[in-house]
């Protein structure tokens, strides 16, 4: 392998670094703020910014100078999304679980550094709702659908999961490694996951895995809300109701077991 290839390499990683700066609570950055993030002589962060700009992956404000993502991602994003085939098969059962509960309902995976992702995501049709940010990082093991995720993982995975701490998001967020590895137990028996205001405070969840033609955990699918209609009483008929959704999906991908209820 040569060095050339090697920094071409490098190369490609910090831009992708710095494109993943770009969120919905921080949509425009600077020259010299996206350097700082990521760690990037400014020369170098000018030439890679500058290069998308031209290509139109990014758009620079001609009166402030900072960068916002431009519209050619947005072709280039609703490509992905017709040719994904988990996020085209799941997205309709979603909607029509969104329906018949009145809440949020999210499909998640991991990334390759163990944080959740959502691919979809349909709000809830209620006046009321509690919608948390989907599009920030948030740590797996305060979600329904990431304890789904994480009740997958290989020994080996979840030991280096652990190995990286806990992070409290709030006081009823799990931060014993022991006690997760008992949930985790708990939620591979009995197939779904719940989160009691771990990752908010008043905000519910509960979420069931969508397997694909291997029987591979490869999503989580969730229904979450306001821990005032999502109750512990009515629990029973959400699980019921997002593992049905989640064999579905799963049937859809290819689960032979999931083809019978």
């Known amino acids: 392998m040569t060095e050339e290839f090697l920094r ?5 990683y910090r831009a992708c670094n710095l494109l993943r700066l770009f969120t919905r609570q921080q949509p425009e950055w600077s020259l010299v703020e996206a350097a700082h993030q990521v760690g990037l002589h400014p020369a170098t962060t000018y030439r890679i910014l500058q290069a998308w700009t031209r290509e139109g992956i990014l758009i620079q404000d001609e009166a402030t100078g900072k960068y916002r993502l431009g519209y ?12 994904n085939d988990l996020i085209r098969i799941a997205t309709p059962h979603a909607e029509k679980l969104a329906e018949k509960t009145g809440e949020t309902i999210i499909v998640d995976v991991l ?14 049709s209620f006046r009321m709702a509690t919608n948390p940010s989907y599009d920030k990082p948030t740590p797996a093991h305060v979600l329904a659908g ?7 993982l290989e020994p080996e995975q979840l030991d280096d999961f652990l190995g990286r701490g806990l992070a409290a998001v709030t006081e009823k967020s799990t931060t014993d490694p022991e006690k997760l590895r008992e949930e985790l137990e708990k939620v591979r028996g009995q197939g779904y996951a719940t989160n009691f205001e771990e990752q908010e405070i008043s905000f ?10 291997s029987g591979q955990v490869v999503a989580a699918l969730s229904i979450g809300g306001p821990s005032a209609r999502l109750t512990q009483e009515r629990m029973p ?7 049905e959704s989640a064999r579905l999906i799963s049937a859809d991908l290819g689960h032979e077991e999931a083809r019978s209820p």
């Open 111 to 124: 990334d390759r550094r163990m944080q959740v992702v959502t691919l979809v995501f349909v709000p809830s």
């Open 8 to 12: 071409g390499t490098q190369l490609i």
């Open 237 to 243: 008929e959400l699980v019921a109701l997002v593992k």
């Open 146 to 152: 990431g304890k789904v995720l994480l009740a997958d």
């Open 72 to 83: 050619w991602l947005l072709k280039l994003g609703e490509l992905a999304r017709q040719s």
């Open 204 to 213: 519910n969840a509960v979420g069931a895995p969508i397997r694909d033609a």
